[in-house]
DNA sequence: CTCAATATCAACAAAAATCGACATAAATGG
DNA sequence: CCATTTATGTCGATTTTTGTTGATATTGAG
């Protein structure tokens, strides 16, 4: 009778170790590629590697295995594949309000990657940021000036919150700051998951003459991961940029904002 | 009944992670290039790269896939797409020397982009850079740690040679570092056009253990803008890496260097 | 605007890959 | 040595993917 039906220690073969070594080293390999590579059947390679793939060493896909490693789809892009026809909206919208020559502060966030790839039709542009990839988007563009803040960058969005990013966002001084927000609460008003998120949020508003604030309809209601820190008070003559009409409940937390609906 | 245990994690074919690679690396590719390079039917190209559109993974235009990635029409992508094919084939070169976890500093320039591109399949690297570019592309990879040195960027290349970003360099250790050449004089050595990038190439050898230099073969031609500045002096072990035999005449200048060609 | 060239799309048949089951070979443990 | 477990290969039914064809849509030129 079957008595230890659990596999070995970690349910490994021989095969296992050079199947994942060869599968990181390539990216992507054919089920038939593995089994020539290795000798054995490609009955074989699928047998020893559907558990590898259940515990998300590798990935299967039909007719090829693929390393995890891949990283086709890092947080950040899938993020910012979430609601992409309303952040090209509000994006194009912010770029509206922004001017050839005017100074920007763009803190990070997946609607400002959007914004920054909307600024690219402006020109001349002094550019404050502390996510690289706003930085990269736009330092290219002839006669724009822009400066990337900080120097350790976060890994899932390549932003940084070092000391010396609010060194230079302290130091900058620029028309317009542009914000964005996890969730908007009907008396709390704009909410975000993380302190430095806070603190940058200020820098950058102490530093800019007028805040433009980012957010898409969605963040209107509850988010599954509730965010629990406020942003700084936006203030009299600041700008909401959203891609619908914010329920009434939200009257109270937008007074005196000057709101823009895009679309 | 068949159920659905077929839990295709996202719509990933084994076509898709070198569709992205290779459309993130040209910027733009027609679907019939693309058909031929896979040696599939134009159509397996528009069937995978439907939902990647979607996703906005890549975007779809008549007949071509563009990047979405760091999308560039200045002069940035025009030397991109100068022998871009050389650039790729030395780029995966660079990419198999470099292991996961090392520690590597990459200068600027559009060979580094590629590089930047390739390295995206390596984990757990720690990255020190001075160009945006290369910052953002590898600052979003799980696991990387990239500090990007430099506040101010250059317009035309988005790269930083301020002095933070001297410091940022200085205080690095890593093990290697990507350097890369303008043209390469039989008796001169290699040569680039501006100080600034021969003072960052002199602070990235000497914190890096061993260097790497990257040039592609038509280098080994006169330029037409010719540069007049020497880049350091490579040491015994470090590495070239290129696409085609160096002419006899270099041998002179390539003394000691581990010659990797790549193709 | 029309026209030709090319790109895209939908649908179906052919090809390839997967899975399950069983037989055989290798390894294990007394 | 044999009994038993474990791993591997082979075969057929089923599912998924791919190439082809013809219709439709888009682009660019005249």
């Not at 009778?1 to 170790?17: A, I, L, Q």
């Not at 089920?31 to 047998?47: A, F, H, K, N, Y």
């Not at 060493?57 to 090829?64: E, I, N, P, Y």
């Not at 770029?95 to 609607?111: K, M, P, Y």
């Amino acid at each position: 009778m079957p008595v230890n039906r659990s596999k070995t220690p970690s349910g490994m073969s021989k095969y296992t170790d050079e199947i994942v070594r060869t599968v990181d080293m390539m990216g992507t390999v054919s089920v038939q590629e593995l089994s020539q590579i290795l000798g054995v059947s490609d009955q074989t390679i699928r047998r020893v590697t559907r558990p590898l793939a259940e515990r998300g060493v590798l990935s299967k896909v039909h007719g090829a295995l693929v390393s995890t490693k891949s990283a086709l789809d890092p947080p950040f892009l899938s993020r910012m594949s979430l609601n992409r026809a309303a952040k090209m909206a509000i994006a194009n919208e912010v770029a509206a309000v922004i001017q050839d020559g005017d100074s920007v502060a763009i803190d990070t966030g997946s609607t400002s990657a959007f914004i920054a790839q909307a600024l690219r039709q402006r020109r001349d542009l002094i550019i404050v940021t502390n996510s690289a990839y706003v930085a990269s988007t736009l330092a290219m563009i002839p006669g724009n000036n822009v400066s990337m803040a900080g120097t350790q960058l976060r890994d899932h969005d390549g932003a940084s919150f070092d000391r010396s990013a609010f060194q230079v966002v302290e130091r900058a001084q620029v028309d317009y700051c542009v914000l964005s927000a996890s969730m908007i609460h009907a008396t709390k008003g704009f909410l975000v998951h993380e302190q430095c998120e806070v603190d940058m949020a200020t820098a950058m508003m102490n530093s800019a003459a007028r805040s433009i604030m980012a957010v898409d309809a969605t963040k209107f209601q509850p988010q599954d991961r509730k965010p629990a820190l406020r942003q700084p008070q936006l203030v009299e003559g600041d700008i909401l940029v959203t891609d619908a009409s914010p329920p009434n409940a939200f009257h109270g937390v937008l007074e005196g904002l000057e709101i823009r609906v895009a679309g």
